[in-house]
């Protein structure tokens, strides 16, 4: 399974910008898809996650409302929506694949792509 993150960028704070992941591969029964992402010096972490079947959604609290997570089965892709950019949102983000479980922790996911750096200027 590979995926491809794209649609990263520098932008000013309050703006918006659409991450895209397209997969390819054997990605039969796949679980859930997620995005993750890491600062300079801190920790990754989890931002949103969609159960691939059900499309059921879930976010971090940091997030929530600003940000939306949507599938689409045809490409096989699974976009990230964020508005009302802030600059603590800066980071390089991830998309990942889980094939047996649908959660909030890396350990959750079995594939991961590369990451696409998002950086939002004050």
């Known amino acids: 399974v590979q995926l491809q993150a794209s649609g990263g960028g520098v932008v000013q704070a309050g703006d918006s910008l659409r991450l895209s992941c397209a997969a390819s591969?054997?990605?039969?029964?796949?679980?859930?898809m997620g995005w993750f992402r890491q600062a300079p010096g801190k920790e990754r972490e989890f931002v949103a996650a969609?159960?691939?079947?059900?499309?059921?959604?879930n976010y971090a609290d940091s997030v929530k409302g600003r940000f939306t997570i949507s599938r689409n089965y045809a490409k096989n892709t699974v976009s990230l929506q964020m508005n009302s950019l802030k600059p603590e949102d800066t980071a390089a983000y991830y998309c990942?694949?889980?094939?047996?479980?649908?959660?909030?922790?890396?350990?959750?996911?079995?594939?991961w792509g590369q990451g696409t750096q998002v950086t939002v200027s004050s």
């Open positions: 969609i159960r691939w079947g059900l499309g059921s959604t």
């Open positions: 591969g054997d990605t039969f029964g796949r679980h859930g």
């Open positions: 990942a694949a889980g094939y047996t479980t649908y959660g909030t922790s890396r350990q959750d996911y079995d594939y």
